[in-house]
């Protein structure tokens, strides 16, 4: 069964900038919306960012203004731009297409 992968996590300062990526194959996201999800420890899951295949978006409110989500169609291959970050930010961010949901990318935020 085709997932989505991340890549891109890591260990960042509160204030620091990081990009993940999500790569699958043509067969899930084309002409589908793709989401990016979080989840801290002892936390709720929550949406950060959605976009459609047209590349319209919408953004959860603790986000708004300091992440963009972008798509590149013919990579199959949806981004997520973090700017600002705080350490609220710290999480597994997840892609999910179709109801499939990737393994998850740590992003870890140092104060």
């Known amino acids: 069964q085709v997932q989505p992968v991340e890549s891109g996590g890591g260990l960042v300062q509160a204030g620091g900038s990081l990009r993940l990526s999500c790569a699958a194959s043509g067969s899930i996201f084309k002409f589908n919306p793709v989401a990016w999800h979080r989840q801290a420890p002892g936390k709720q899951r929550e949406l950060v960012a959605f976009?459609?295949?047209?590349?319209?978006?919408n953004y959860g409110d603790s986000v708004k203004g300091r992440f963009t989500i972008s798509r590149d169609n013919a990579k199959n291959t949806v981004y997520l731009q973090m700017n600002s970050l705080k350490s609220e930010d710290a999480a597994v961010y997840y892609c999910?297409?179709?109801?499939?949901w990737g393994q998850g990318t740590q992003v870890t935020v140092s104060s």
């Open positions: 999910v297409a179709v109801g499939r």
């Open positions: 976009i459609t295949y047209g590349g319209s978006t």
